[in-house]
């Protein structure tokens, strides 16, 4: 491990100042959404497609801060605002609308509210707000959730807006995924709205994938990293068969450690206490889940699988449900019950956050108040400020 001074860098939810390789395919974004005055009227809407891991996301997004700034330098009023939402792991139209609405209400649940009102909540507030915004939808893939409502709520706000209220402040919307999984949004607009042709994006050579790992190293490390770094993380990532967002994730995992202790550390979305989880429980939620929901008896098994296979005994049925709570209070992961089973009921696990996305925090030795002993119970995290903390870990027992 590497002593890194900005873990917050090495987040997927990061994103970089500058799209290294990618310049030319953001510009052509910012061209067709046409900022601060289309000239076409509305819907203005744009879809960034390529391979995962050839930098769709970072197209999209920088796209969509272009336009803020452009705003920013040309319009009055309130400042523009992002609303960008990751679609893995979330379920349906509801999950998408729920997770838009969060970004406008922290403390929103969705559930028992039907996806229509959920989006009409969201209209409202956008509405309420008065000021322009971009929306991104990103990592659409194949088997996600459905983007015609949501999308079509976007373009016609006014069948969801109370009687009387009418059109909604200057909005753009940018979708990125894959070309297969963007043409079912493309056929959901209907007559008038026309997602073709895509921003294509090509995969990244390895000389780009090695410049990218290069620059997020600095920015994580604070200094330059060894030279031998980025072409042995990117080797191992092609080897893989996987682009940008395999090496980001090997680089994460050489610089913070991910995995080679005992256990992980895990930064809550919402608190401040870093939690604590085995490293192949990890895995199991990630391999069961997969973007659906999976009964706790099947990863139970496979927690058992994994952990003899690291050489460490299974944990106890009610050790892995309090793993699974604390990760659901985290905001990784919720809990589901349905009816079934032989009890009449199933406890399910879906996953809200695809793991390589949840943002790790590397331990280190600290003291507990009162004792000399070192305690490596402390994580070392990214505090509400930005600065680095030491912050109390939960106990993992």
Request: aromatic fraction near 6%.
């Amino acid at each position: 491990m590497f002593p890194v001074a900005y873990p917050e860098v090495l987040s997927n939810d990061w994103l970089s100042p500058s799209a290294i390789g990618r310049e030319r395919e953001v510009r052509e974004v910012v061209r067709r959404l046409d900022p601060p005055r289309p000239a076409s009227p509305p819907p203005w809407i744009v879809a960034v497609a390529g391979p995962v891991g050839s930098g769709t996301s970072t197209v999209a997004r920088r796209g969509a801060r272009e336009v803020v700034e452009r705003l920013r330098a040309t319009v009055a009023g309130r400042p523009p605002r992002v609303l960008h939402v990751r679609l893995p792991g979330l379920r349906g139209p509801h999950g998408v609308a729920t997770a838009l609405l969060r970004l406008l209400d922290d403390g929103f649940d969705g559930r028992g509210f039907p996806a229509a009102e959920i989006l009409a909540g969201v209209l409202r507030r956008l509405r309420r707000d008065q000021r322009p915004f971009v929306v991104v939808l990103d990592d659409v893939a194949v088997g996600g959730p459905e983007l015609g409502p949501v999308l079509r709520a976007l373009i016609e706000p006014d069948r969801f807006l109370p009687e009387g209220d009418h059109g909604l402040p200057p909005w753009w919307t940018v979708l990125a995924g894959t070309p297969e999984a963007l043409r079912g949004p493309a056929r959901s607009l209907g007559p008038g709205v026309d997602l073709q042709p895509f921003v294509e994006v090509p995969a990244y050579p390895t000389e780009t994938l090695e410049a990218i790992v290069r620059d997020r190293a600095e920015r994580a490390l604070g200094r330059s990293p060894p030279a031998s770094l980025a072409p042995q993380l990117v080797a191992r990532a092609v080897e893989d068969g996987g682009g940008a967002r395999r090496a980001i994730d090997l680089l994460r995992r050489e610089l913070l450690g991910a995995g080679r202790g005992p256990v992980r550390g895990f930064l809550p979305r919402d608190g401040e206490l870093a939690i604590r989880i085995e490293p192949w429980v990890v895995d199991a939620i990630g391999r069961a889940t997969g973007g659906r929901a999976t009964e706790v008896g099947s990863l139970r098994e496979l927690e058992a699988e994994l952990a003899r296979r690291e050489g460490f005994a299974p944990l106890p049925p009610t050790t892995l449900w309090r793993r699974i709570v604390r990760l659901e209070q985290a905001g990784y992961v919720r809990r589901e019950i349905r009816t079934g089973g032989s009890g009449g009921s199933r406890s399910l696990v879906r996953l809200l956050t695809p793991v390589d996305e949840w943002v790790t925090v590397p331990s280190v030795p600290q003291t507990r108040r009162g004792s000399s002993r070192p305690d490596v119970g402390f994580d070392r995290a990214v505090g509400p400020s930005g600065r680095s903390s030491s912050w109390p870990a939960a106990p993992v027992g």
